[in-house]
Structure formats: C-alpha cells, structure tokens
C-alpha cells in the first residue's frame, strides 16, 4: 500500500492534468478509508467521539454524523 500512496503522489504532480486529477481523486478516496478504519479503531478502543473530533479537527456533531451509524 505504502508504494501505491507514493506512486499516486507522485502523480498528483504530472504534466498531464487528467492523470494528476485521477490520482488526486485515487489518493482522497484512500484517505478517506484510512481516516473511516482508524475511527472504527478508536471507537473500538473506548474513545469518545469528542477525542476522535479533536485528533480530526472537527466538530463531535461533524464526527459522529460521518462515522457515527455506520
């Protein structure tokens, strides 16, 4: 995974805006499922969803509307 992060990195900066689009849009989508399991993970480990909120830098309401029924 860490060689699939650094390859669509790289590509975010390429001459041609259609690739470097594609990866942005790769890259947000893997983000996006790192941030969903490490919630999951915190949640799972007893930590409230102000804790969670703060080490995201959100709102509690924001956290949990986004991760909360899952």
């Known amino acids: 995974m860490t060689d699939d992060l650094a390859?669509?990195?790289r590509q975010t900066q390429d001459d041609d805006?259609?690739?470097?689009l594609r990866?942005?849009?790769?890259?947000?989508?893997?983000l996006e499922r790192l941030e969903a399991v490490q919630v999951r993970?915190?949640?799972v480990a007893g930590l409230a969803w102000s804790q969670i909120a703060d080490a995201i830098g959100v709102?509690?309401?924001?956290?949990?509307?986004k991760y909360?029924?899952?």
Do not use: C, D, F, I
């Open 59 to 65: 709102s509690k309401q924001a956290v949990h509307k």
């Open 23 to 30: 990866a942005t849009t790769a890259l947000r989508r893997e």
């Open 17 to 20: 805006p259609l690739l470097a």
């Open 41 to 43: 993970r915190a949640r």
């Open 68 to 70: 909360g029924r899952r």
């Open 7 to 9: 390859t669509l990195m």
